[in-house]
């Protein structure tokens, strides 16, 4: 499978990239800030309708990168980017990966003064949605938070 980069100095709108026959990859940095799950959202919306999804698995999918990003933006450091991996055919698959700098030392971030209502239900709504769930250290130090949901 091959994908291509997107620069976080250069962040073009996102596109779809060609790989493999029945699989796809989307692949987007996002800013670590307040804005970035619905940024999220907005631009992975087009990609999963495009790859076949109905809206109930987009609704889900949708949900899941919002509490993915949400998390990484909350809890860890920067850098933050959003990468969707999705194959096709009867036990077609969609893996929703937010990969972010780590945990934060402090809670000192635009989260942080969020009312405690507004905070720990995140992984409930993963776990009810997602089929696989789980987090990872890439080669690059990041830490990849990841979830895996039908999409047939």
Known sequence: MTTTTISPARQPRPALHAVPAGEHVFS???EHGPLAPATARHEARP???AWGLDEDQIYDTLLVISELVTNAVT???PPVAL????TAGHSGRVQVHVSDGGPQTAPDN???NRPADEHGRGDMIITALADQAGADLDTDGLI???AGLAAA
């Open 75 to 77: 809890h860890a450091l």
């Open 83 to 86: 990468h969707l991996h999705a």
């Open 47 to 49: 990609v999963l309708a």
């Open 28 to 30: 987007l940095p996002l």
């Open 110 to 112: 635009w989260a942080a």
């Open 144 to 146: 990849d938070h990841w």
